[in-house]
């Protein structure tokens, strides 16, 4: 219970705070109280519940999301505190059309995959731990140095592949007519890197990414790196502000923004 305290804890200090406190500075709000606000995040998140504030901070508006990898549905990771979930207006991609058909009760749903341009792409099915289900095939040489234990070899194996119709994350959001995005959440198993270079236009105006990235060694044959990921975001003008590493340290998730915190 501790530890499930602490990450909703410092889930929501990563991103709702930053979120609110450019609203703050857009309202001309003291930096005093904004510090203060900070610090208070920080110790007492386990604590205090800022649905009240937030509330009153968008009015009407819904902070616009979109999560590249939804199966489960939104925040199915529970980066944000679960209560916190209404405050999105949530869009959601998954490839596979059962899992997509569980998420009818969403307003936006993408039944298609994300790639660095329109093609048709093999998507290697992982039915025994559907979550790690890729466009690349898992590289059982990599196995041990990412921890996983020879009993559960069995449940990295590609069951079947099937062909999906792959298209650009831009050309995906201009047909819902959706311009900007205040979070950016990519976890697709290694091919986060042919995501973000299909998102070419909508990458001026996004505010904050999250994105699961490869240290080295990586799971799957071929996939993309941190390097190619962190340098990518860097020419868009993206710093990155943290990185939640694995027990292993071969991957992890890292937030990058453009706003001066």
Not at 44 to 70: H, P, Q
Not at 81 to 88: E, L, R, T, V
Not at 103 to 109: A, H, T
Not at 228 to 256: P, Q
Request: charged share 25%.
């Amino acid at each position: 219970m501790k530890k499930k305290i602490l990450k909703l804890f410092r889930s929501l200090s990563k991103i709702m705070l930053p979120i609110l406190f450019k609203i703050l500075i857009y309202l001309k709000l003291n930096r005093r109280f904004i510090n203060f606000l900070n610090e208070k995040s920080y110790k007492s998140n386990d604590v205090y519940n800022f649905n009240e504030i937030i509330k009153n901070l968008l009015r009407n508006k819904k902070i616009i999301a979109l999560d590249v990898g939804a199966q489960g549905g939104f925040n199915s990771d529970n980066f944000f505190p679960n209560k916190y979930n209404h405050f999105f207006n949530n869009i959601l991609v998954e490839p596979i059309k059962a899992e997509a058909d569980k998420l009818k009760e969403e307003k936006f749903v993408i039944n298609k995959g994300l790639w660095s341009k329109k093609e048709n792409k093999k998507l290697y099915i992982l039915e025994n731990r559907l979550g790690s289900t890729s466009m690349y095939i898992p590289d059982e040489e990599a196995f041990d140095l990412h921890d996983i234990n020879s009993n559960d070899f069995e449940n990295y194996k590609v069951t079947r592949t099937i062909e999906i119709e792959c298209d650009t994350l831009s050309s995906q959001l201009s047909g819902l007519n959706i311009e900007l995005l205040d979070y950016l959440k990519i976890d697709t198993q290694g091919a986060e890197f042919k995501v973000l270079k299909g998102a070419s236009k909508l990458l001026e105006k996004v505010n904050y990414i999250n994105c699961e990235v490869t240290f080295h060694s990586p799971l799957y044959q071929n996939n993309s790196t941190f390097g190619e990921v962190n340098c990518l975001l860097e020419s868009y003008g993206f710093r990155r502000i943290h990185v939640d590493y694995c027990t292993e340290g071969n991957w992890g998730d890292a937030l990058y923004t453009k706003e001066a915190l």
